[in-house]
DNA sequence: CCGTACTATCTAATCGATTAGATGAGAGAA
DNA sequence: TTCTCTCATCTAATCGATTAGATAGTACGG
């Protein structure tokens, strides 16, 4: 009935019972590479769910050369904006029959090489990566190996593996009109401790559509709430506080509508904010934040599409403008 | 040097350039169960090295029985309290060499029990489930297949399988007591949709903390921000808005908050509020969220000490208070 | 009635690492 | 010198599933 633990059953219990030879059993069991008589697949069929038998994914994985598994590397899932692409991505995976292994790279490049290694030795059929900001290109490191990788959310310049990652460019001259349109002459801008891979994407496609205004403020702060939160109240108690400010990320976006509502500057009155990434989240804080919205789901599909037709194009995804509270504009 | 993609490097590969027997490779590599003379030692790893030799992960687990893989079902990754918590139990796996293969069960017992069955055929080493108030007791399917298994934050009526979870009893007193401090005398309840797992004993010690109070309310919603800023805008056109609100979980609170806030009954003033879950994101909510702080890393690292310990009792974790700004209080 | 052409199955090699049992060389005891 | 012990290594079976090649059995045309 079921398999006892100390003796799990086997491809050749199941020939056994069925009184056929294992090379059967197998055929049966995948549609194999050859056709079985009706009445013996029957037979097979019975003696399988009788013992309860299941294929053992390791033995199978060592003669195939394929485990059904693909290695995850994010920056941070505790972070909400890579935990929902994870997510997504994981989702993405389930439905291609595939399982997913995760690590997290803590925004390290070295834990990234070392994730990447260790899940190569676990034989993983295929990489996803989903970097912060990182410059090393760890899919060469996989290509070596014969293993297909993809990047979402962000890939190294200059790699050779696919980039699944959103129109920053045009994201970022929407959320600048916009604010414009609300009467807003000078613009500031939240970036990340380092600049590189999106967010120096994000911060270069501002600086360019800022040209005119010679006072652009660029300010930098780590990506977590509390250290945008932190910033604002500094801001606030030099006086420094920006009119309008686009944050390269939702929790920094968040951190800054907290930082000034303790500071009695709150959003939308006293500072105007619109956030790059568009998680989901963002539409439920106080005030609701507009956002250029990342199709994270879609991005998490077309990369998984990607690797499977071993197609090597990157992809550009557009993030459109979501008008809600946090700009000054009435939500309807 | 490195491994070609077309053709890894083996055991054999090794032995031959060493000019030894795959069986002293072995001892070599893993401080095999038989001692190798110091110099035939330094020939493979010379040898391991130049070849850049990877020990196939498959293979060893196909005869050892073992694959260092654990398999962590999570109700849903992408809500912060169950990211944060994945997060850090990836982390403690990976202290202790292993990888994580994760699932999201989308709070569904059928998705659930289906990802167990997967992961068992992977042959995962060890379970480790994180179930938003399943009732299912899918640890026994693990333990019918010889693989132990620990839930974390709620574990099913009358399982076998440890448990680690926060002390939801202690922490509804003191979330009520403080409130009352304040001088509210109802105290209103924001539940769940069904009320089982750990939802279900945070609503049935409130009601015991409550029980002088025949008006108490109990609302329901589901586990989103945006459920609770529904029915916080609905609660608010209808003129019956609580005047204090514990949450049970963060995601709740923040809806809350932002939905009064958009009906102009903003906490703390018009309305106090205390959650139950305590991410670190409720420290940066406008106003931040006074909580009862559940020690997420800490109860993710005695769920895999568990595991590894073969120990199978059950633990409680305090969850202290965090005074903060939504209840009322005024932060230093 | 026989050879050709299939069809349905079986046999056994294979994937790469682990490890018990066999083998052989050298040290020390009698 | 010969026998016994140790140590260092080697040989080969094993884990469970896959699949190419061999084999037996059936059908059909000539």
Chains 1, 2 share one sequence.
């Not at 994985?61 to 485990?67: V, Y």
């Not at 990182?134 to 990788?149: C, F, H, I, K, Y």
């Not at 939702?250 to 619109?274: F, H, K, M």
């Amino acid at each position: 009935m079921t398999n006892r633990a100390d003796k799990p059953i086997t491809l050749a219990d199941v020939a056994r019972r069925a009184g056929t030879s294992t090379a059967v059993v197998s055929y049966v069991i995948n549609n194999g590479p050859r056709p079985v008589a009706a009445a013996t697949r029957e037979r097979v069929l019975a003696a399988a769910a009788e013992l309860g038998y299941r294929p053992n994914r390791i033995a199978r994985a060592l003669r195939s050369r394929t485990t059904g598994v693909v290695g995850l590397v994010v920056a941070d899932a505790s972070n909400p904006y890579f935990g929902a692409l994870a997510r997504h991505i994981e989702q993405a995976l389930d439905k291609r029959d595939r399982l997913t292994l995760v690590g997290n790279a803590d925004y390290s490049a070295d834990r990234e090489r070392h994730l990447v290694d260790r899940f190569l030795a676990a034989q993983v059929d295929a990489l996803v990566i989903v970097s912060a900001d990182g410059e090393d290109d760890v899919a060469t490191r996989a290509e070596a190996a014969g293993v297909p990788a993809v990047y979402v959310h962000n890939g190294p310049p200059g790699g050779r593996a696919p980039v699944v990652a959103a129109d920053n460019q045009n994201a970022v001259q929407e959320a600048v009109a916009h604010l414009r349109a609300h009467g807003h002459r000078h613009i500031a801008f939240l970036s990340g401790p380092h600049d590189t891979g999106p967010v120096g994407a994000r911060r270069a496609a501002w600086h360019a559509a800022v040209a005119d205004d010679p006072d652009a403020v660029l300010l930098r702060c780590d990506y977590s709430r509390a250290a945008a939160d932190a910033l604002a109240r500094r801001l606030a108690a030099q006086g420094a506080m920006p009119q309008a400010l686009i944050t390269a990320t939702d929790e920094q976006a968040t951190g800054v509508l907290s930082g000034a509502w303790a500071c009695d500057l709150p959003a939308p009155d006293r500072i105007a904010v619109i956030s790059l990434d568009g998680t989901p989240e963002s539409a439920h804080t106080a005030p609701p934040l507009t956002v250029t919205r990342q199709p994270l789901q879609a991005m998490a599909e077309q990369a998984i599409d990607l690797l499977f037709g071993h197609a090597s194009c990157s992809l550009v995804a557009h993030a459109p403008l979501v008008i809600r509270r946090s700009c000054g504009c009435d939500e309807a």
